[in-house]
């Protein structure tokens, strides 16, 4: 199973543009990166999810390079409610076997006003 | 229902009792993943169920936990005996994974509970 790496807090301002990466050096064929966003005492939430290239919705973007190593989730605009831990997730789905989603440690990032 | 429900929210027993969390899987979804959040947010995989078949049981320390997904009850983790380690937040997240989603673009996302925090005194 593919080991995802990122760091582990991140500092920004109310209306910056937030950029985390997340390494995931021995990423399978089948693997897809999801992000997922974690509020104290809550349930991760999804954010986005990509298997290559750039993937956009209405709260982040995805960009993922050809060679899928790595991925970085962009974060336009930040406000203080984005203060949270994203995770970088990399799994495949279960009809290749498994759905075994691996989370990492996370990325605790802290905005400020 | 429209999200995963998990009972009860915090859980304490002595070392040595046994403990058992209930969730509630959205409505539809046929994919149940238990997760267990220890300190500095790590989180370490247990078991997986498609409906009530055990899909993936690698994560499941075997000798004292188990789980089980009946039809038409909550699905539960069992520890039996617990340990102070066992001091945990445990995540319940349920999944509707269809192929044909999947060639259609849409994403494959877990749907988490709210947790239960389980400490063992």
């Known amino acids: 199973l593919a080991k995802t790496t990122q760091p582990i807090s991140m500092d920004s301002y109310e209306g910056q543009e937030v950029n985390i990466t997340c390494s995931h050096n021995?990423?399978?064929?089948?693997?897809?990166i999801t992000w997922y966003q974690q509020f104290p005492s809550q349930g991760p939430r999804f954010i986005i999810q990509?298997?290559?290239t750039k993937v956009t919705n209405e709260v982040a973007s995805l960009f993922i390079p050809a060679d899928r190593k790595s991925s970085t989730l962009s974060l336009p605009r930040v406000s203080l409610s984005d203060t949270a831990v994203y995770y970088c997730?990399?799994?495949?789905?279960?009809?290749?076997?498994?759905?075994?989603?691996?989370f990492g440690a996370g990325t605790r990032l802290f905005v400020k006003a | 229902g429209e999200e995963v429900a998990q009972t009860p929210k915090h859980l304490v027993r002595g070392e040595g009792q046994k403990a058992k969390l209930y969730c509630a899987p959205i409505k539809g979804h046929s994919y149940v993943f238990w997760y267990q959040q220890v300190l500095k947010n790590e989180f370490k995989f247990l078991i997986s169920?498609?409906?009530?078949?055990?899909?993936?049981e690698t994560g499941m320390p075997k000798e004292r936990f188990s789980a089980k997904c009946l039809p038409n009850s909550p699905c539960s983790l069992e520890i039996q005996a617990t340990k102070l380690e066992d001091s945990a937040v445990y995540f319940c997240a349920s999944s509707q994974f269809r192929l044909r989603d999947r060639f259609r673009g849409l994403n494959t996302e877990a749907f988490f509970g709210q947790g239960t925090r389980l400490t063992v005194v």
């Open positions: 021995n990423i399978a064929t089948n693997d897809y």
């Open positions: 169920f498609q409906n009530e078949n055990v899909f993936d």
């Open positions: 997730l990399v799994g495949g789905l279960p009809f290749t076997g498994g759905f075994k989603t691996i």
């Open positions: 990509g298997y290559k």
